[in-house]
């Protein structure tokens, strides 16, 4: 998968999550969110499916994370 192809899936994914749940609330809320996203991918690629969909919701949840939680 080229690297374009990849951005705009994750921003797909940022832009979803975001519409449907907002900002994160505080940085230890959105860390809970991505260390749940963490999880769910270890558990992808234990079973040796979904890993790809996982990592894009991982890298969007730190994407969103940068934007919400992170001073500018």
């Known amino acids: 998968m080229k690297s374009d192809q990849i951005i705009e899936l994750v921003l797909a994914e940022l832009y979803r999550a975001t519409k449907l749940y907002g900002p994160f609330p505080s940085k230890m809320h959105g860390l809970a969110v991505i260390q ?36 500018a």
């Open 36 to 71: 749940e996203e963490v999880d769910e991918l270890w558990d992808a690629v234990r079973r040796k499916e979904g890993a790809q969909g996982e990592c894009m919701q991982v890298a969007a949840m730190a994407v969103r994370f940068l934007m919400d939680c992170c001073d």
